[in-house]
């Protein structure tokens, strides 16, 4: 399970000692509690492993009362997915060659639980029988330009799969609005059900900037391999360049929660649209999303904002700017950007 990451656009609450994963945005739990708790069914405890840097892996155990220290494979550097997934995957075969693994990021919103863990457990038998590397695709319901997109080829011989004819990067809104409606088009979910000697395989074949490192995973010299690889993505540095892919058309629901509105989108909302967490309190207004950790918040009159208190911070923003945060971080003093929150 991949769970590095500062989730910078849920400034000012998510911080690198406590990044989005460990907290309560979909639900009433942590992130990364829900996405445990979705697979464990599935997948016994001793067989997850959290991909995450080694300063949150104590407060990730505290926040998962299932998992232990023997759970996690503590990133030495943030190298992107393309590295961490080949070492899991290294890590996964020196035990088990013909295993499967199933790739989960900790912050996607999920349902229903049982209706997804039967499709993984149906993909991850395809993906051994095709000998492929899977993703999973969602139906886009809106054109999002946040997203990448899979556009569906030929079906394979595995029930409900299928090649993928291509891969797109995030499209601007006029293109990913003639996405919706071409119907072929599917967001890429970023859920990867991988045979691990395959995905190294692959990797030796089309990934040159991490083939020459595998051996030094051999020699159990992890430090050294992410010292030396670059930062990249599996999709870019993997998946878009093998022959050996195929997509699945998710049959749940299913959320990246990647930036406040998706905290709309998730949380229980009152009858104007509103999401109210903590000490908060929303009096004539619609659709706002109001997060209070440094005492009581309150918004009158207002429509369609984000207000959040937390580590000493007061943020405001409408909604639909908040997929910009990024941008916005730029702006603003090294002293809020990085706040200390140990």
Not at 158 to 173: I, R, W
Not at 222 to 227: I, N
Not at 300 to 328: C, W
Request: charged fraction near 25%; charge should be negative; proline fraction near 7%.
């Amino acid at each position: 399970m991949l769970a590095g990451g500062v989730g910078s656009r849920f400034w000012p609450v998510s911080t690198p000692h406590h990044p989005k994963q460990l907290l309560p945005l979909a639900s009433d739990r942590p992130l990364i509690q829900d996405t445990i708790r979705r697979i464990l069914p599935l997948v016994p405890s001793q067989r997850i492993r959290i991909l995450a840097g080694g300063q949150i892996g104590g407060a990730i155990i505290k926040t998962v009362p299932e998992l232990s220290e023997r759970n996690l494979l503590n990133e030495p550097l943030a190298r992107g997915t393309a590295p961490v997934l080949a070492w899991a995957a290294h890590e996964i075969a020196r035990k088990s060659p013909d295993a499967v693994m199933i790739s989960l990021h900790a912050d996607h919103a999920i349902a229903p639980e049982n209706v997804f863990r039967d499709q993984l457990a149906r993909v991850a038998e395809a993906a051994a029988t095709e000998q492929r590397l899977f993703t999973l695709g969602v139906r886009p319901s809106r054109a999002e330009t946040g997203y990448g997109y899979i556009r569906v080829g030929a079906p394979l011989s595995s029930a409900d799969t299928f090649e993928v004819a291509e891969f797109v990067e995030k499209p601007g809104a006029e293109t990913a609005g003639s996405y919706v409606q071409d119907g072929r088009y599917l967001w890429n979910s970023g859920i990867f059900i991988l045979p691990v000697r395959l995905f190294l395989d692959e990797i030796r074949a089309h990934t040159p900037e991490l083939a020459p490192l595998l051996p030094l995973l051999d020699e159990g010299n992890v430090a050294e391999f992410f010292r030396r690889a670059p930062t990249l993505t599996v999709d870019e540095g993997v998946l878009e360049r093998s022959s050996r892919i195929g997509v699945a058309p998710a049959t749940f629901s299913w959320d990246d929660v990647g930036a406040w509105d998706a905290v709309g989108r998730n949380r229980t909302r009152d009858a104007s649209g509103n999401v109210a967490v903590g000490d908060a309190h929303v009096v004539e207004a619609r659709n706002c999303i109001v997060w209070a950790e440094d005492g009581p918040v309150v918004v009158f009159g207002g429509d369609d904002l984000v207000v959040v208190r937390a580590n000493g911070v007061t943020f405001v923003a409408p909604r639909a700017r908040t997929a910009d945060l990024k941008m916005l971080l730029q702006e603003l003093p090294e002293s809020l950007r990085n706040l200390n929150d140990e």
